[in-house]
């Protein structure tokens, strides 16, 4: 399925904009902070996700991955559709987003146009811990697919990269890599089950 779309953008509206690749005219539903950032005439790649059902097909589109992953993180937050996520994404910034989710800023989030105190509840409860572009970026980039391992099992994201970070701090000096990762995974789970 469709990745990214480099193209120059030709055209923008309040909730699109048109990008041109190849001779095809691309309509793209985007928030409207990242709409903003987008000028007519230049070149640009696009993180797209294709909307599709029986009766109806949109392309999204935002300027980063990041941005992305949280629109579908949204997405399955109970109330929230794909319209509604690009209007909560349009109305505050990642990394403000990320702060009140995770100092359970439930103001913050109401401030957000659009979105009512119950469905900024269930944000709370379903995307806390979930969504990471900031300090724990770094501490993720070298261990993704034990952080990814741990998530599967349960645990939150955030919670996942700390432990990894603690659990890096016990191995001896030396240790062989396919060791060094058997001990980390270990050491996160002993940290995460709180019998450390």
Excluded at 46 to 58: C, G, I, Q, S
Excluded at 85 to 98: F, H, P, T
Excluded at 109 to 118: D, E, F, H, R, S
């Amino acid at each position: 399925m469709l990745n990214s779309i480099t193209g120059i953008i030709t055209g923008k509206t309040a909730e699109a904009v048109y990008l041109t690749t190849n001779n095809l005219e691309w309509d793209i539903s985007m928030p409207a902070t990242d709409i903003e950032s987008l000028y007519i005439g230049v070149e640009c790649r696009v993180f797209t996700w294709l909307y599709h059902k029986e009766d109806a097909m949109r392309l999204f589109g935002f300027t980063n991955e990041s941005r992305r992953n949280t629109f579908l993180e949204l997405i399955k937050v109970d109330g929230i559709g794909p319209k509604g996520a690009l209007k909560i994404l349009g109305g505050i910034s990642q990394e403000d987003l990320e702060r009140a989710l995770e100092t359970e800023d439930l103001a913050r989030l109401q401030a957000v146009p659009g979105l009512g105190t119950k469905t900024a509840q269930k944000m709370l409860l379903s995307l806390k811990g979930k969504l990471i572009s900031g300090p724990t970026a770094t501490v993720e980039a070298p261990h993704g697919d034990l952080i990814q391992a741990l998530v599967e099992m349960g645990y939150d994201k955030k919670s996942a990269a700390e432990a990894i970070a603690r659990g890096e701090q016990n191995i001896p000096p030396g240790t062989e890599p396919g060791e060094r990762e058997k001990l980390l995974f270990r050491n996160a789970i002993v940290f995460l089950s709180g019998t450390s």
